[in-house]
């Protein structure tokens, strides 16, 4: 590695440089709010999934009912997410991001695009276009990634 960065030479080398580059911007863009990236993403979940029970958010995220617990122990004394208890059933919590969970969150879809924009900045319309398509090309060809 030089002064100037590693050297990288093969195709998936750079796509991964890409995805890193992409991953940066949204890693700031949480900090800024002072979220993890699990705290964002289960508070994005909330936002389109409101009234989810933690179960779920346990396997959306991968992880642990008791990390869940933990992570939403902190979403809640922030006023960023709120647990009701189900009518006629106390056992049963659902969960639901506040106003401000909401708003804190808001933006995220415009600033990765406008992430993508930066990355995508040096190509010309035509040099996307040919890159869309191969990327498409070979994307084709893979499983589908999936959260399970």
Same mark, same amino acid.
């Given at each position: 590695?030089d002064?100037?960065g590693?050297?990288?030479t093969?195709? &998936?080398?750079?796509?991964?440089?890409?995805g890193?580059?992409?991953?940066?911007?949204? *890693?700031?863009?949480?900090?800024?709010? *002072?979220?993890?990236? =699990? $705290?964002?993403?289960? +508070?994005?979940?909330?936002v389109?999934n409101?009234?989810?029970?933690?179960?779920?958010?346990a $396997?959306i995220?991968?992880t642990s009912?008791?990390?869940?617990?933990? &992570?939403? $122990?902190g979403l809640?004394r922030?006023? +960023?997410?709120?647990?009701?208890?189900?009518?006629?059933?106390e056992?049963?919590?659902?969960v639901?991001?506040t106003?401000?969970?909401?708003? +804190?969150?808001?933006?995220?879809?415009?600033a990765m =695009? =406008?992430?993508d *924009?930066?990355?995508?900045?040096?190509l010309n319309?035509d040099?996307r =276009?040919? +890159? &869309?398509?191969l990327?498409q090309?070979i994307?084709?060809? &893979?499983?589908?990634?999936t959260?399970?």
């Open positions: 590695m002064a100037q590693p050297r990288l093969s195709a &998936l080398e750079l796509v991964r440089w890409i890193w580059a992409q991953m940066k911007a949204g *890693e700031d863009w949480t900090r800024e709010r *002072e979220l993890s990236h =699990a $705290q964002s993403f289960v +508070l994005g979940y909330l389109q409101p009234g989810a029970i933690q179960r779920d958010i $396997q995220t991968r009912a008791a990390s869940v617990t933990s &992570l939403l $122990q809640e922030r006023g +960023l997410v709120e647990r009701r208890t189900d009518a006629g059933n056992r049963s919590k659902r639901y991001a106003d401000a969970g909401a708003e +804190l969150i808001s933006g995220f879809e415009s =695009a =406008a992430a *924009e930066t990355i995508l900045a040096p319309p040099e =276009a040919e +890159l &869309l398509a990327l090309k994307t084709a060809e &893979l499983p589908q990634p959260r399970s």
